[in-house]
């Protein structure tokens, strides 16, 4: 379970701008599914760039 990225895979709609826009390349897409998932959240800035460009609300930092 995460702790600091938190995803809501019911919203996502597999979009990719999130993924397109992490600098630390820790969010990526699961082909089979469409949705987004986070490998290393550890690694996370927290200047959540993702939270503001989903466009369903899907993305959410927790500082
Ligand atoms: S807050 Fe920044 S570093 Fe963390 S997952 Fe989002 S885009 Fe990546
Ligand atoms: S920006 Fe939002 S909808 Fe798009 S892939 Fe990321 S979490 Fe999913």
Do not use: H, R, Y
Not at 17 to 24: H, L, R
């Amino acid at each position: 379970m995460n702790k600091i990225v938190m995803i809501d895979e019911s919203l996502c709609i597999g979009c990719g701008q999130c993924v397109e826009i992490c600098p630390k390349k820790i969010l990526f897409l699961d082909l089979k599914t469409s949705k987004c998932k986070v490998s290393d959240e550890t690694k996370c800035g927290k200047a959540q760039c993702c939270e503001k460009i989903c466009p369903v609300k899907a993305v959410k930092i927790v500082k």
